[in-house]
């Protein structure tokens, strides 16, 4: 299995755009507390990606993005 970590600069925003709200409709329906908007919950993830705090990953064997927070622990077992 080979995974990478893209990195933000290698994906114009579209693209980026794209992933984010590819990714985020995954994740079904909110049921937290305070229910945010599309657009809310796009900025709340653009956020985390820019600060460090979330990283993009790609998976050859599934060819799929997904967006995990940076300190997942299953991070530490993989050569990015």
Same mark, same amino acid.
């Given at each position: 299995m080979a995974i990478h970590r893209i990195p933000?600069?290698?994906? #114009?925003?579209? %693209?980026?755009? /794209?992933v984010i709200r590819?990714? @985020? #409709?995954?994740y079904g329906t909110?049921? /937290?507390e305070i229910e945010l908007s599309w657009d809310a919950k796009c900025t709340q993830v653009k #956020?985390? *990606? /820019?600060s460090g *705090? %979330?990283?993009?990953?790609y998976d050859d064997d !599934?060819? !799929? @993005? !997904?967006i995990v927070p940076a300190t997942d622990p299953t991070l530490k077992n993989l050569t990015l």
């Open positions: 933000l600069d290698r994906l #114009s925003p579209e %693209a980026l755009e /794209g590819e990714c @985020i #409709s995954r909110d049921y /937290g #956020s985390r *990606l /820019g *705090l %979330a990283v993009l990953l !599934t060819e !799929t @993005i !997904t």
